[in-house]
């Protein structure tokens, strides 16, 4: 979008985020229980809200009446971002969530809360190839009415993937970002899982028993022959997540100025090919080449 965006510690960020960020710097307490879900916008934030909440709620609801994050009055979501709780740089008490409270944010790890850092929560960082992650932002992009852009305005796609390409973008740059998670996870694998949106995509089972295991819940084998594992796919499937009626709605704009439909597009692998041009897919391998060799983290 043409929306203005603030560099602030090598990290670009819509106004009301800065401030969200700076105020949940200041306010935000973790406590030990707490599971932070990190994203960049458009890598399948809301999938993974649904599939960590799903896995961590099993037990109370049965998997047919698995509620999605979304599906809820407050403004925020079961898993409300972290930045957005702060926007308005009030302190609302979040302590009385019942545990384990699930918070999902877009923000580097130098940047988050302290207390996230030296308590013993969790993290579970989604990466995504950035070619989806742009193809996404830009439908993703057409729909957003902020204070900033009211209008909705778009500018033009080549403008907008030199920046991206650049890192001037939500929450960017994505390389650093990733890189940044990607090494914590190598570092110490207890406290950051780090995941892709296309291993998900690929063996949703395995991964699911990944994020069960790394918060201290894996599945059982008499869940797994029962079937919990498989229910907790496909009740966060694309399909059955975007055709809950919710989710189908216009009007909702439960989460910002966007419906629970705008967060449902596509959901694939490699949309890019329908949508980069060769030049620009030489222009961000070349940027991805240079920005992720050394770390080994490639996509499919
Ligand atoms: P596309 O625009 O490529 O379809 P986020 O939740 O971080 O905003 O990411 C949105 C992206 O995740 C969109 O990608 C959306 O379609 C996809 N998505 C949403 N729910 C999904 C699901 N259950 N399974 C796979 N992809 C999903």
């Given at each position: 979008?043409?929306?203005?965006?603030?560099?602030?510690?090598?990290?670009?960020?819509a106004p009301e985020d800065l401030e969200g960020?700076?105020?949940?710097?200041?306010?935000?307490?973790?406590?030990?229980?707490?599971?932070?879900?990190?994203?960049?916008?458009?890598?399948?934030?809301?999938?993974?809200?649904?599939?960590?909440?799903?896995?961590?709620?099993?037990?109370?609801?049965?998997?047919?009446?698995?509620?999605?994050?979304?599906?809820?009055?407050?403004?925020?979501?079961?898993?409300?971002?972290?930045?957005?709780?702060?926007y308005?740089?009030?302190?609302?008490?979040?302590?009385?969530?019942?545990?384990?409270?699930?918070?999902?944010?877009?923000?580097?790890?130098?940047?988050?809360?302290?207390?996230?850092?030296?308590?013993?929560?969790?993290?579970?960082?989604?990466?995504?190839?950035?070619?989806?992650?742009?193809?996404?932002?830009?439908?993703?992009?057409?729909?957003?009415?902020s204070p900033?852009?009211?209008?909705?305005?778009?500018?033009?796609?080549?403008?907008?993937?030199?920046?991206?390409?650049?890192?001037?973008?939500?929450?960017?740059?994505?390389?650093?970002?990733?890189?940044?998670?990607?090494?914590?996870?190598?570092?110490?694998?207890?406290?950051?899982?780090?995941?892709?949106?296309?291993?998900?995509?690929?063996?949703?089972?395995?991964?699911?028993?990944?994020?069960?295991?790394?918060?201290?819940?894996?599945?059982?084998?008499?869940?797994?022959?029962?079937?919990?594992?498989?229910?907790?796919?496909?009740?966060?499937?694309?399909?059955?997540?975007?055709?809950?009626?919710?989710?189908?709605?216009?009007?909702?704009?439960?989460?910002?100025?966007?419906?629970?439909?705008?967060?449902?597009?596509?959901?694939?692998?490699?949309?890019?090919?329908?949508?980069?041009?060769?030049?620009?897919?030489?222009?961000?391998?070349?940027?991805?080449?240079?920005?992720?060799?050394?770390?080994?983290?490639?996509?499919?």
């Amino acid at each position: 979008t043409s929306d203005l965006l603030y560099l602030y510690n090598g990290f670009w960020y819509a106004p009301e985020d800065l401030e969200g960020i700076l105020a949940a710097q200041q306010h935000f307490q973790a406590q030990d229980t707490d599971i932070i879900l990190v994203t960049t916008p458009k890598s399948g934030t809301t999938w993974l809200k649904s599939l960590v909440f799903s896995i961590t709620n099993r037990k109370q609801y049965t998997v047919s009446d698995q509620i999605h994050p979304l599906l809820t009055t407050n403004p925020h979501g079961i898993v409300p971002f972290i930045e957005q709780i702060y926007y308005d740089n009030t302190n609302p008490d979040v302590s009385h969530i019942p545990s384990p409270r699930l918070f999902a944010t877009h923000v580097s790890y130098t940047m988050l809360p302290e207390s996230i850092k030296t308590t013993k929560c969790r993290i579970i960082y989604l990466c995504r190839n950035p070619k989806d992650i742009f193809v996404s932002m830009r439908h993703f992009g057409a729909k957003i009415i902020s204070p900033t852009n009211p209008a909705c305005q778009l500018i033009p796609v080549e403008e907008a993937f030199n920046k991206f390409c650049r890192g001037v973008t939500w929450f960017g740059p994505f390389w650093e970002q990733a890189l940044e998670y990607c090494e914590l996870s190598l570092e110490n694998p207890d406290k950051v899982l780090f995941l892709k949106y296309e291993d998900l995509k690929g063996d949703i089972i395995s991964q699911l028993k990944k994020i069960a295991v790394h918060l201290g819940c894996p599945f059982s084998l008499k869940e797994e022959t029962e079937g919990v594992i498989d229910g907790i796919a496909r009740m966060c499937s694309f399909e059955h997540l975007s055709n809950l009626e919710v989710n189908k709605v216009t009007g909702v704009r439960s989460l910002w100025m966007v419906d629970n439909k705008d967060f449902f597009r596509k959901g694939e692998v490699g949309d890019w090919k329908n949508h980069l041009t060769d030049s620009m897919v030489e222009q961000i391998d070349q940027v991805v080449e240079q920005k992720l060799h050394c770390s080994g983290l490639t996509f499919k």
